[in-house]
């Protein structure tokens, strides 16, 4: 056997299990199928079936926009998204409208999802504790290199149904391990150097200055909002601290009812003890330290009726 047969049956024999026809379009399809067939393999799908609209991957289709209006929409939003003060992200918000007066479904959206005061406080700068605002870009491409190193070699010329397949298998496999983990204490983070040296920095610092600084940043962060918004943001408080009191109360209900259901049977199945004379098999002794238990017993349920109780 030729050198090149041996290659071919060799990358043949790789890719058999991925390839699951000769067209990439439909070997892609299928195995879009077999993972929704099977559940998914999502982390986050329950989030995803809630909130199918926060999940928006490719703006081009949902919205009917040209790739290069989507490109262009990126520095614009990320001016909205580091703004430092409510007058400048109301100066961006409307800049980014009057640039992109077309694209309707796209202003609807983010105006209904995002720009409502219970979401601005997780993305926009200004409202983020500290000031803290993460970038993700370098974390994905950080992603990709490993993607690339680890699970790839750098392999080139990848069909879209062999990359879908290593996805679905043994990426998904090693970050479910290296997540449960990482969550349960088996394995430290590792940082990278750009992270090892924030945490020198932020090491480095007395408590009684890293104190200060969280404390003015915090009053920055308060006199930075306006009464219309702070307002809107207690009332949001309110009917979330509101909502979450309605149902303890309906799992307290719950509860007791469950308790005294199984209160009956325990006392039903007592009492049926009790009457089985006949099968009395115990001492004295025994018989007597039932009769205290179950006096015990007796002053415990009265105090199930006793506002002090418990």
């Known amino acids: 056997m030729l050198y ?28 879009l199928d077999l993972i929704v067939q099977g559940g998914g393999k999502g982390m986050f799908m329950d989030q995803v079936a809630e909130f199918p609209e926060h999940f928006v991957f490719a703006w081009c289709t949902k919205f009917q926009l040209r790739q290069n209006t989507c490109t262009a929409m990126r520095g614009p939003l990320n001016a909205i998204r580091r703004a430092s003060s409510e007058v400048e992200l109301q100066l961006k918000w409307n800049t980014f409208q009057n640039l992109f007066p077309f694209a309707t479904k796209m202003t ?18 200004y409202l983020r504790e500290n000031y803290q605002l993460t970038n993700t870009y370098n974390l994905v491409e950080s992603w990709h290199k490993t993607l690339k190193r680890q699970h790839l070699g ?27 983990k ?9 940082l990278s150097q750009y992270d090892k040296a924030n945490k020198a920095k932020a090491m480095a610092l007395a408590f009684g200055v890293a104190s200060n600084m969280v404390s003015e940043e915090a009053e920055q962060f308060k006199n930075s909002i306006s009464p219309h918004l702070r307002l809107q943001l207690q009332k949001h408080r309110a009917e979330a601290q509101e909502r979450e009191r309605s149902e303890r109360e309906v799992a307290n209900a719950l509860a ?11 006392a039903e199945t007592i009492l049926h003890e009790i009457r089985a004379r006949k099968k ?31």
Not at 112 to 120: E, G
Not at 159 to 176: E, I, K, S, T, Y
Not at 256 to 266: C, D, M, R, S
Not at 284 to 308: D, H, I, S
């Open 4 to 31: 090149d047969d041996v290659r071919t049956v060799a990358y043949r024999q790789k890719t058999q299990g991925s390839r699951k026809s000769h067209d990439v379009g439909v070997s892609v399809k299928i195995w």
């Open 108 to 125: 609807s959206y983010l105006k209904r999802q995002w720009m409502v005061p219970q979401k601005l406080v997780k993305w926009v700068l």
């Open 154 to 180: 750098y392999e080139r010329d990848l069909r879209a149904d062999d990359l879908v397949c290593l996805l679905q298998g043994v990426v998904d496999v090693d970050f479910r391990t290296t997540h449960f």
């Open 182 to 190: 990482i969550t349960h204490g088996l394995q430290p983070i590792v």
């Open 256 to 266: 007791f009812e469950a308790g005294e259901t199984k209160a009956l049977v325990i």
């Open 280 to 310: 009395r098999k115990c001492n004295l002794q025994y018989m007597q330290t039932v009769v205290a238990g179950l006096e015990r017993t007796l002053l415990e349920v009265r105090g199930l009726n006793t506002v002090a109780a418990g």
